[in-house]
């Protein structure tokens, strides 16, 4: 599990490098999906031990939010019609630039891609009050605050 969690890490790290290459920022998005009591969430081939919610980059002039719906489709195969909110905005390690915006969800449609891909592993339901020991720490986090109804906390991934 801590092996998962550091390549995941190694992952933004990568990322955010390459970004700053380019001159562009390294943003990011996490995307809350939820539906009634349970909670969306995927495992990546590159750090199969951990759980973590469906998101990725920001492309160059995209929108946040339209970055978390295109995610979450390509990372579930659900067609998310709506955010329903934002959770918060956090600052990561990694300097000036990188960020990560998290928002929620209940309004998506279609089934949930079981076939692994190039990227994800796994995808999985899971209860909110019951959720895997697996589960990214930075990630637990944001679906606390979710749970306890706070929105646009803002702070350090």
Known sequence: MYLSFSLIGAAHTARHFLASLRGEKAEGVRLIIVDDRRILLLSHWYAPWAWTLPG???NRGEEAEAAAIREAH????????????????????LGKGDRVYVFYTGDFEGSLAMRPNLEIMARSWFDLDNLP????PANRRRIEVYKSGQRNEAGKW
């Open 56 to 58: 990725g980059g920001i």
């Open 133 to 136: 020991l697996e589960l990214s």
């Open 74 to 93: 390509e990372e579930t195969g659900l067609i998310v019609r709506s955010i329903a909110g934002k959770i918060g905005t956090y600052k990561g390690m």
